[in-house]
């Protein structure tokens, strides 16, 4: 994922966008934390079934993103 945003960022926006990835994977690992031991409370599979469930919509959206990004690097 990183990867991908350090390749679609142009030279002014790179280190911004290194920045701003960065920042957002530390707050989903603060936030995840949190909620999955908030979850955890209400059955405890739950956050492993959730968790399983975003990486599934997170597999599916990144081949989503790499078909779009395969059709413009053609035009």
Do not use: D
């Not at 405890?44 to 993103?65: D, E, K």
């Amino acid at each position: 994922l990183q990867s991908m945003v350090a390749g679609r960022a142009t030279p002014e926006t790179s280190n911004s966008m290194m920045g701003f990835y960065q920042s957002m994977n530390s707050l989903g690992g603060i936030f995840g934390a949190l909620f999955a031991g908030l979850i955890y409370a209400q059955g405890p599979m739950l956050p492993f079934i959730l968790a399983f469930v975003a990486f599934g919509l997170s597999t599916v959206i990144g081949f989503i993103y790499m078909a779009k990004y395969k059709q413009e690097k053609k035009a």
